[in-house]
């Protein structure tokens, strides 16, 4: 019997839950999952997605993206940086503030919540802790909370007045919002260009020390500890910053942390051609931070996985090393990279944790947050009901990084020519096919 009142039926594929990966398809009615069983008839007129031998999970949930809109617009839009989520598994991300101007007014975030609306992924704001990113006032965090941000950062730079910080987490906590902390002592890392170690010796480049990030993760545990408000940490990088957050969460200190594929994957030897493209904030590190990483990442020290997609324009990026703007390229690789690394020490599920459902909880964009910024429930669990946020991955498909075949505005990804096993094959928005076969459908 064919499924009534579906609208598009994904045949063929295996559901990733908590408990596991089951063989189903997938009926999906207007924005809804209507039903998950092992064999569903499509009714006529419904679409059907080939989903065979993919893995079908919760739409991915970046913590970490960098729009560049408004004030960078060559770099990136939030219309080219939705696409590029979406063809990477994303149904949701979250846009940092370091924008120009930053979103450190209800103003601003308003502007960019507006256009994030019809774009193909959607796209939550982070507010500034401090106006203008400046570090010195703090920003009108109750204004931006009332129109739905969930979380702030002054991401790019971190705060460096410890009493701010403080002032900044009692308000927080009374709100309820998380505060996000790009770690960098900025007199530490002294306006260095990558990884202080054998290779910037080497290389000649100034370089910037692991205490730089671990001082200030050092320094934001004792001031959750102070405050009683949580603390989550961007783009970790350095083994002594994932045992300071394994000592943290061991304490049961509400502290939450994040890593970004690279440093899952890339280390500072490959600065030795002085390729611009592997400049980024924190730096490349060493092969044991690497492994320290993904250590953290499997078991449980560190609760997702986000991208810090950091798109730059060409003319901006192809400049002397040491001259030029930090940070890579990272939606439409972040998954096939995830799974490269993790898919032989976790499971799928485990993954789509990491991808989807914790970055989901830690952004307030899960199934049971309140709906306050008109988001729809980021994150799964897949089950009749559920909003159908679906990313659709084939661990037997291929992903080659053509840098001019990427939907971003900007080309630095530092992965360019190289291919890895598996890809997105589908992404559903709302029960809207966004991406099929992995190719944009609008
Ligand atoms: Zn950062």
């Known amino acids: 019997m064919a499924r009534a009142g579906a609208t598009l039926v994904i045949r063929g594929g295996s559901v990733v839950g908590p408990e596991g990966t089951r063989r189903l398809d997938v009926a999906v009615g207007g924005p809804s999952v209507l ?55 994303y149904t949701a991300l979250v846009a940092m503030p ?28 982070a507010g500034a802790i401090t106006v203008a990113r400046a570090g010195k006032a703090m920003a009108p965090l109750g204004e931006l909370a009332a129109l739905g941000v969930r979380i702030f950062t002054d991401d790019g730079a971190g705060v460096q007045d410890g009493a701010l910080m403080r002032r900044a987490l009692d308000y927080a906590k009374g709100l309820g919002v998380t505060l996000a902390q790009h770690c960098e002592d900025e007199c530490l890392a002294g306006g260095g260009a990558m990884h202080e170690g054998c290779w910037s010796s080497r290389l000649g480049l100034p370089g910037i020390p692991a205490a730089a990030e671990e001082s200030m993760v050092a320094r934001d545990i004792q001031l959750v500890r ?56 924190p730096p490349l590190r060493t092969a044991d931070d690497v492994a320290a990483v993904v250590a953290g990442l499997c078991d449980g020290t560190i609760d997702a996985v986000a991208t810090d997609h950091a798109p730059h324009a060409p003319e901006a990026k192809d400049v002397p090393f040491d001259q030029a703007p930090p940070g890579m390229l990272g939606l439409q690789t972040a998954l096939p990279v995830a799974w490269q690394v993790l898919s032989d020490v976790l499971g799928p599920a485990h993954l789509f944790a990491l991808m989807s459902t914790q970055p989901a909880a830690i952004a307030g964009l899960g199934p049971t947050d309140a709906r306050v910024g ?56 709302r029960g809207e096919p966004v991406v099929i076969d992995g190719e944009s459908q609008r």
């Open 226 to 281: 102070l405050t009683g408000a949580r603390v989550h940490f961007l783009h970790l990088s350095t083994a002594g910053s994932v045992e300071l957050v394994r000592a943290a969460k061991a304490e049961g200190l509400a502290v939450t942390a994040e890593a970004a594929p690279h440093h899952m994957l890339l280390t500072h030897d490959l600065v030795a051609g002085y390729d611009p493209v592997f400049k980024v904030n």
């Open 98 to 125: 370091n924008t120009e101007p930053a979103i450190d007014s209800a103003g601003v975030a308003r502007d960019v919540l507006a256009l994030g609306r019809d774009a193909v992924c959607e796209v939550a704001v």
């Open 374 to 429: 008109g988001h729809s429930a980021q994150g799964g669990p897949l089950e009749a009901g559920a909003t159908a946020n679906l990313c659709i991955f084939d661990p037997g498909g291929r992903t080659v990084v053509d840098p001019h075949h990427l939907a971003s505005r900007s080309r630095n990804t530092p992965y360019a020519g190289r291919t890895f096993e598996g890809a997105v094959r589908h992404t559903v928005l």
């Open 35 to 89: 039903e998950l069983a092992p064999s569903i008839e499509p009714p006529p007129g419904a679409m059907v997605l080939d989903a065979s031998g993919c893995l079908i999970g919760p739409g991915l949930v970046d913590l970490h993206t960098h729009l560049r809109q408004p004030g960078r617009e060559e770099a990136e839009t939030v219309d080219s940086g939705a696409r590029a989520a979406a063809l990477g598994g």
